[in-house]
């Protein structure tokens, strides 16, 4: 997210004093939200995988982007969050955000080699990482190995995502030929964006020729096709670094090794849905691998694993049987959807599923009041239905993975974060009067972002400042995009006249206050 690489310099000796370093710092980082950063998520999916699950007291982010996700869980929860990215425009962004919410986060834009060796952090009960170790150099991570090493508590966690073997394998060579464009071909002084869209032309032309290494890869023609359709500020970040490494999840446990972390389980909960994810052959041939790393490495091969999230343990311990019911029974989940807009389907490496409703929809039925309960409550609930806890169990570790619930905080937590999610999401709904990218607001529920979209955000905010009806949030709205020359888009044309606007703003307004104002309500949001 915040250490990327920037495009080479024509002249190399630049690069030695270049305070970038080789990292991309001519075009920002987006500004998204990353649930698996949130600890309350690490906590249920160890608890899912029958492993001790930490108190987190205190967590860092290395390489937070823009901040969204780190200051979303400082303003959300009691955890005292530290956190670094080596952009400085980046950086500031967050900082604003932390000074606004007063959510006690303490955030640089210090490098990471100057960041790990600090002497004033404390020792932390949860490190994460989204997004930053595949697009880093040997010696950052190096930097890294070590920084976990001294600064992550026994017992505690570690989130990693990257880029992952084989799933990145055929695509490796054309990434390299589009960045070895963009430094050869791109126009002297040209930005990053003229630079992606030359290569992406390119790429394409060549592809036009029909060269053997299409016929040999033939997935490699769509995955670029998805490439050009793709944010660009993504693009840059992704595909046009110095640095770039997808690797094994074998390769991955031997660059924690000396940190003594043990894998502990995918924080992607679908992961861990065979019978979406494995047909019965593949099945059977893992259950003969009784090593964690090779069975999780034979995995990526039966499902092209392009991504992985994953979360390590140092000094992981099993929970008994009984020891994780207890732990799974006290488990505080929250719907996070409208009950009527939950679809009973699941995707997986196989494809889409159906999900059982005679199993699915009591559960769904129970909490779509989306008021928190846990699973014992649930348990209870659902006697009339038949449904006993391992199916209950299995049922909300899906839900969950699906985004439709989300852990959800005690009481008493919610209570203390409130007033910190209330500051925070006034400013960013204030922000979002002329933005568009700022896309989630601060739960004190679930102890993280939930998204709300930028017109949601305008209509709360019409709300907040004494409007009480749909059509005088939709009157506000269209004041302040009509105000910057903003149309809306309907059907894929532009409405023209204000008419035209402020019908359709009504219409989402009405649609809001019925369908998404009841859930951001409980949610502690509105």
Not at 2 to 29: C, N, S
Not at 427 to 451: F, K, N
């Amino acid at each position: 997210m915040g250490y990327l690489a920037k495009m080479p310099k024509k002249k190399p000796e630049r690069m030695m004093t270049d305070w970038t370093a080789g990292y991309v710092a001519d075009i920002t980082y987006t500004h998204g939200y990353y649930a698996e950063l949130n600890p309350l998520h690490a906590q249920a999916a160890l608890r899912y995988a029958a492993w001790v699950a930490p108190e987190v007291r205190t967590a860092c982010e290395l390489g937070f982007g823009q901040g969204m996700s780190i200051n979303l869980h400082a303003a959300a929860s009691a955890v005292a969050w530290h956190g670094t990215d080596f952009n400085p425009a980046q950086a500031a962004f967050a900082q604003e955000l932390a000074a606004v919410g007063d959510n006690g986060a303490q955030l640089s834009d210090q490098a990471f080699a100057e960041f790990c060796a600090r002497t004033d952090l404390p020792d932390f009960d949860y490190i994460g990482l989204h997004g930053i170790w595949s697009w880093i150099s040997d010696a950052n991570r190096a930097v890294i190995v070590d920084f976990i090493r001294r600064k992550l508590k026994v017992g505690g966690v570690l989130y990693i995502s990257y880029n992952a073997q084989p799933g990145w394998a055929a695509m490796v060579p054309m990434r390299e030929l589009l960045l070895e464009y963009a430094q050869a071909m791109g126009a002297e002084g040209a930005g990053i964006v003229p630079r992606i869209d030359a290569a992406l032309g390119f790429a394409q032309d060549l592809l036009a020729t029909n060269p053997a290494f299409a016929r040999a890869n033939p997935q490699i023609p769509e995955r670029l096709k998805r490439i050009q359709e793709q944010n660009r500020h993504y693009l840059a970040h992704e595909y046009f670094n110095r640095d770039w490494h997808p690797m094994s999840v074998a390769q991955m446990g031997q660059a924690l090794e000396s940190a003594k972390l043990q894998w502990a389980c995918s924080a992607n909960l679908l992961d861990t849905l065979d019978a979406i994810n494995l047909t019965p052959q593949q099945r059977t041939l893992l259950d003969r691998i009784p090593d964690p790393l090779l069975r999780q490495m034979v995995r990526d091969f039966c499902v092209n694993q392009q991504f992985r999230k994953d979360f390590w343990v140092k000094g992981a311990r099993r929970l008994t049987a009984l020891e994780q019911w207890e732990a799974l029974r006290a488990q505080r989940v929250v719907l996070v959807q409208p009950r009527a807009e939950v679809r009973l389907k699941v995707n997986g490496a196989l494809g889409e599923a159906d999900l059982q409703a005679a199993v699915y929809g009591p559960i769904l039925d129970q909490l779509a009041d989306h008021k928190p309960k846990t699973l014992a409550q649930l348990e209870q609930g659902l006697q009339a239905a038949g449904l006993g806890f391992g199916q209950l169990r299995e049922a909300v570790a899906v839900l969950t993975g699906a985004g439709v619930l989300l852990p959800a905080q005690d009481e008493a937590s919610i209570q203390r974060a409130k007033k910190r999610t209330e500051r925070l999401n006034s400013h960013l709904m204030m922000l979002a009067r002329s933005r568009q990218e700022l896309s989630y607001l601060a739960s004190p529920v679930t102890g993280g972002g939930i998204a709300v979209p930028r017109f949601h955000q305008l209509f709360l905010l019409a709300r907040q400042q004494g409007h009480k009806t749909p059509p005088d949030w939709a009157s506000m709205a269209w004041q302040l995009l009509s105000a910057q020359g903003q149309r809306l888009i309907k059907d894929g044309q532009a409405l023209e006249s204000a008419e035209e606007n402020l019908a359709e703003l009504t219409r989402q307004a009405q649609a809001f206050a019925e369908q998404r104002l009841p859930l951001l309500k409980a949610l502690q949001i509105a």
